[in-house]
C-alpha cells in the first residue's frame, strides 16, 4: 500500500488516505510520488498531496529500512517543506497552554522538552501517575516543569 497525506492551509494534514502501489508506479514497475499525486488530483480533486510512510516513526523506520520524511503523519500535523518531514504540533502542557520552550528535535522531527522527563517509579506507575508539562512553572524556574499527577 502508498499512504498519501492531504495537505490543507499552511501544510496542515487533513486526511490520509491509502491506496494499491501499482498506482504509484511507472511502466517499469518503480515507484513514483508524482505518479501517486497526480492519481490523487484526478480522482479526489485536491491539489496538495505528499507521501508518507506508514513504518516510520521519529525520524526511523520500525522495520530497519529507510525513514521517510520524519513521521507517519497524524491529523492535524504538518509537513514541513523545508525539512522534508512530517511534524507533530507544538505540544500542549496540563493547562492547555503551548509548550513553547520545547524545542522541533530536526531529526526525529517532534518536539522535544527543555527538561528531561524524570522516570516513574514502580510505586508510582502502580498508583496511576504519570508526569505532565507545566510551562508556567519552567518559565518561573528553568529548573523545574516536570509535575507528578495522580490519575486514581
Known amino acids: 500500500m502508498a ?12 486526511e490520509i488516505v491509502y491506496m ?6 511507472t511502466n517499469g514497475g518503480l515507484e513514483d510520488e508524482n505518479i501517486g499525486i497526480e492519481y490523487l488530483k484526478k480522482h479526489h480533486g485536491h491539489e496538495n498531496w505528499k507521501k508518507c510512510s506508514y513504518n516510520t516513526q521519529r525520524g526511523a523506520h520500525l522495520n530497519g529500512g529507510t525513514a521517510y520524511r520524519g513521521n507517519y503523519p497524524k491529523l492535524g500535523w504538518f509537513y514541513n517543506s523545508t525539512l522534508d518531514k512530517f511534524v507533530e504540533p507544538r505540544p500542549l502542557d496540563n493547562n492547555g497552554k503551548p ?3 520545547w524545542v522541533l528535535n530536526t531529526n526525529t522531527a517532534m518536539y522535544d522538552a527543555p527538561i528531561s522527563k524524570p522516570t516513574l517509579t514502580a510505586e508510582d506507575n502502580g498508583a ?6 507545566d510551562e508556567s512553572l519552567y518559565q518561573s524556574d528553568n529548573s523545574k516543569g516536570w509535575l ?3 490519575h486514581s
Open 148 to 150: 507528578l499527577e495522580d
Open 20 to 25: 494499491e502501489t501499482i498506482l504509484t508506479m
Open 128 to 133: 496511576c501517575k504519570s508526569w505532565v508539562w
Open 3 to 14: 499512504h498519501f497525506a492531504k495537505l490543507g492551509i499552511d501544510n496542515e494534514v487533513i
Open 99 to 101: 509548550c513553547n520552550s
